[in-house]
């Protein structure tokens, strides 16, 4: 999957490509497109629009959509709809079978390439997210969970933003506040979530996001607890992505903001602290409970000091019960049910707010009922307790709230309303997952035939082949490690010859080196001993050459002598 705004080169899964270009080939498609074409050819009509090509893109989109709508129960329509099912079977599960030699069954391996084409999907088309609450009520695949939060939590200005900022700012100066960081260090340490807590990459992560969130607001103010806490399912789904030790990349980090912004920004005023909107949710609690968990309400009421009634909410006991409903509901909704829910059921819930971003009555309605739903679950645990201990009750016994709980009692209770606020027409009801039916989503796979028959000998014949090709492979690459070794020692065995080399040669060096420093050493000690001797017969000849001219200064008339004649020994030299 795609981190941060770095686009991801997804290539076209095999099984769809092949599903399209046999789509587009059949008679059936070619048939349905001339009934689309007089349809969207009728709305240009009434629309007064001379061509197609006039309209915007979203208005373009906006005409297909309703002339598949019109043509829906049409021939041409069912008969495609029923082409493109058959297809889309035969193609994921021939690829299924093609890649039997990955290591999981087959109905995985269906479910793992449709992940591979609803992703290659949403990078496409990434409109095509509103299809995705077919996955409501239920979670929503690990494997797709980073895309399409990331797909609905779009924020290209905050991520813009922070690019900018970490050009202008290479080492993040900006993004430092101790305050920030010393509380985001005692927050990991105080949940103490698995994955989270040791984690320096999720630490560095925490701190940023809220540092650039604090530095971006409109009135800087110091943080509230809650928004440390929505940090944590961000971190939690993007830890594939974190490492422990590492530095966390940018484009990694740019995306965390960019989620994190764009949740904040559209959080219901409940959310955001705002004590009016908190009691109104809280009544709306309260009223969900009266009428689909009676005796869930009345074990509030009594814990909170209120009275329970079948009338409205009007009574000064029940405006009390509000009041203290509102101050117990307050941290759990505020943190959106972090720290309360498990992990697993918090995604879930989680899950199903994020698909539907782009209804928000719809959301403030999954709040609504997912609170009612899990005091519901809690009552039983509150009946023998006081109203002093019902807070460390709640913190307790919530975490075991099971995402099998909420699902069944969505589906029993929610049903009919959740589908009218997704704004579902009789003609086309939204098709909900239902896990408690026996009918499974990929039940046609296995009640229809085999596409083809193949005798027993042909298919142990594949299996000596597919193993035959597995041994082939290991044998290869065996001797591939095998020649990766021998060229490791082949080139360790030369670098230590040419370090002997290079030590033998270093080696000579100095011995030469010490002969001439010896030689040199020797004639500059032979150097002054001659200088010495050469020294000493300039004086004895100085000496006598004194003595010579004293002699003839007393004896002037006697004959010179030569000094060689005199003195033999002057004759030498040195």
Same mark, same amino acid.
């Given at each position: ?388 201990? $019902? +807070?460390?009750? !709640?913190?307790? @016994?919530?975490?075991? =709230?099971?995402?099998?709980? %909420? &699902? ?64 082939? $492979? +290991?044998?290869? !690459?065996?001797? @591939?490690?095998?020649? =990766?070794?021998?060229?490791? %020692? &082949? ?84």
């Amino acid at each position: 999957m795609s981190l941060g705004n770095e686009e991801k080169n997804i290539n076209v899964p095999k099984w769809l490509s092949d599903c399209k270009e046999a789509i587009t080939s059949s008679t059936e498609w070619k048939q349905y497109i001339l009934t689309l074409n007089d349809a969207i050819r009728q709305q240009l009509e009434d629309s007064h629009v001379p061509f197609f090509t006039d309209l915007s893109q979203t208005s373009r989109i906006h005409f297909v959509d309703t002339a598949m709508r019109a043509t829906e129960n049409g021939t041409d329509y069912r008969s495609i709809h029923d082409k493109v099912t058959s297809l889309v079977n035969h193609h994921l599960h021939t690829s299924a079978i093609s890649h039997s030699h990955r290591p999981y069954t087959k109905s995985q391996g269906i479910i793992q390439q449709t992940y591979e084409g609803i992703e290659y999907l949403l990078h496409r088309w990434p409109f095509l997210r509103s299809k995705l609450t077919i996955f409501f009520n239920c979670p929503l695949p690990k494997h797709l969970r980073h895309l399409i939060w990331k797909t609905f939590l779009a924020d290209a200005k905050a991520s813009h933003m922070f690019l900018a900022q970490c050009k202008d700012d290479p080492d993040k100066r900006k993004l430092f506040n101790r305050e920030i960081s010393e509380n985001c260090r005692k927050f990991i340490k105080r949940i103490n979530l698995q994955g989270l807590n040791g984690s320096e990459g999720a630490f560095y992560c925490m701190k940023s996001i809220l540092a650039f969130y604090l530095s971006v607001a409109e009135q800087p103010v110091s943080l509230d607890p809650k928004e440390y806490f929505i940090t944590v399912p961000f971190l939690l789904v993007a830890m594939q992505h974190i490492q422990i030790t590492n530095p966390v990349p940018d484009k990694v980090l740019s995306l965390l903001i960019e989620e994190y912004c764009s949740f904040m920004k559209n959080l219901p005023m409940f959310v955001q602290d705002s004590d009016k909107d908190l009691k109104s949710f809280t009544k709306n609690v309260i009223q969900t409970l009266r009428q689909k968990y009676p005796n869930a309400e009345q074990v509030f009421a009594q814990k909170c000091g209120g009275v329970h009634q079948e009338a409205a909410i009007t009574s000064d006991n029940d405006r009390e019960f509000i009041q203290k409903m509102s101050v117990l509901l307050k941290p759990i909704i505020q943190n959106m049910f972090v720290v309360y829910f498990n992990l697993e059921t918090l995604l879930y819930v989680w899950d199903q707010y994020i698909i539907t971003a782009d209804n928000t009555s719809f959301q403030n309605s999954w709040l609504i009922a997912v609170t009612a739903i899990s005091l519901n679950c809690l009552k039983d645990s509150l009946r023998n307790t006081t109203s002093a201990d $019902i +807070n460390l009750i !709640l913190l307790e @016994n919530w975490p075991m =709230i099971t995402v099998l709980d %909420l &699902q069944f009692e969505v589906k029993n209770k929610f049903n009919e309303e959740f589908e009218s606020l997704l704004d579902v027409s009789q003609q086309r009801k939204m098709t909900f997952l239902d896990p408690s039916l026996n009918n499974t989503f990929w039940q046609k796979w296995y009640n229809s035939p085999s596409l083809e028959y193949t005798q027993p000998q042909d298919r142990r014949l594949f299996k000596e082949i597919l193993h035959a090709e597995k041994e082939r $492979i +290991n044998q290869q !690459l065996e001797r @591939n490690q095998l020649e =990766i070794q021998r060229e490791k %020692l &082949q080139y360790k065995q030369q670098l230590e010859e040419l370090l002997e080399q290079s030590r033998n040669e270093k080696q000579l060096m100095l011995r030469e080196q010490n002969s001439l420093q010896e030689k040199l050493n020797k004639e500059i000690a032979d150097h002054k001993i001659c200088s010495q001797n050469a020294a000493m017969k300039i004086a004895e000849l100085s000496a006598e050459l004194q003595t010579l001219r004293e002699q003839s200064l007393k004896f002037p008339d006697s004959p010179r002598v030569h000094p060689q004649n005199t003195n033999p020994s002057s004759a030498r030299t040195c």
